[in-house]
């Protein structure tokens, strides 16, 4: 296999209003944009100085009459995009677009797996055309969290289909956290959710330097912070928050005086501890 199999590679913002999206997140992110050259749908980039973090695209008017929302979304890496997906329909998930060609860069398919939470698989058809992802820089993902409904078939399932491997599994009252490893690098983490949660999802930590001064900058731009901020080992601070069109994503960050006291509730979940 590649070295890049199982790995997260790509993440991609479909939204409602691209334009208040890119104002939102360029303020609350710092990101640019730049239009990229490529055939279909209007498709901009998020940007951290010359190298992009992330996509941008409008959510289809079908898939909205269907009750898509906004939404974040991850692309996997595999090595064979129809022979994952073969072996996603015998582990009973989801196939929500089958193995399509985009001209000469890549092979996808969107899926999801026996809980719903949907994720992309992708073979870029030129290993140089994979954009760099850094998951240690500011502006891009540091951490990918599985919110599911049974972390042990969610495990398995991801392992058959990736190769993913237990890292650690920190046991608190409310439940279990699992770590998990792709190509023998702690990647992320998965948990049950609530049983009144709504369906399982990915959610991406984004690297901010300050999370209290993060946090004002989504209150200012009229998201929604749902959860945190909530100490990390390490010294770091997570949050979760969701933008004005209802997509949902995380923070990571250093803890700061300004956020001291803004939330009572604090998280049990331990985005980072390894990674």
Not at 99 to 122: E, G, K
Not at 194 to 223: C, K, M, Q, S
Request: glycine fraction near 12%; include cysteine; charged fraction near 20%.
């Amino acid at each position: 296999m590649s070295s890049s199999h199982g790995r997260f590679v790509w993440y991609e913002l479909t939204t409602t209003d691209l334009e208040a999206a890119k104002v939102f997140y360029g303020k609350v992110m710092g990101w640019g944009t730049r239009e990229a050259s490529m055939p279909g749908p209007r498709y901009t980039l998020f940007t951290v100085g010359n190298v992009s973090t992330g996509g941008l695209v409008n959510l289809p008017r079908d898939a909205k009459t269907q009750g898509a929302a906004p939404q974040w979304v991850g692309y996997v890496s595999v090595d064979d995009v129809d022979a994952a997906v073969h072996r996603i329909k015998e582990l009973h998930g989801i196939v929500y677009v089958p193995p399509t060609d985009m001209a000469d860069v890549s092979r996808f398919s969107v899926v999801a797996d026996p809980q719903m939470a949907t994720f992309v698989l992708i073979n870029w058809r030129d290993a140089g055309r994979q954009l760099p992802i850094q998951s240690g820089v500011l502006g891009h993902v540091g951490w990918h969290e599985l919110l599911t409904t049974d972390w042990q078939r969610a495990f398995v399932f991801y392992r058959e289909i990736f190769g993913w491997r237990k890292v650690v599994a920190d046991v608190a009252p409310t439940g279990t956290y699992l770590q998990f490893s792709a190509g023998g690098r702690t990647i992320g983490g998965m948990l049950n959710t609530p049983t009144t949660a709504p369906v399982a999802f990915w959610l991406y930590y984004f690297n901010v330097a300050d999370i209290g001064a993060a946090l004002d900058r989504v209150r200012a731009e009229h998201g929604e912070i749902l959860e945190g901020p909530s100490d990390i080992p390490g010294g770091g601070r997570v949050a979760r928050c969701t933008d004005p069109q209802g997509a949902t994503f995380a923070l990571i960050g250093r803890r700061s005086d300004k956020s001291i006291g803004y939330f009572e509730r604090e998280a049990t979940r331990d985005p980072g501890v390894r990674a």
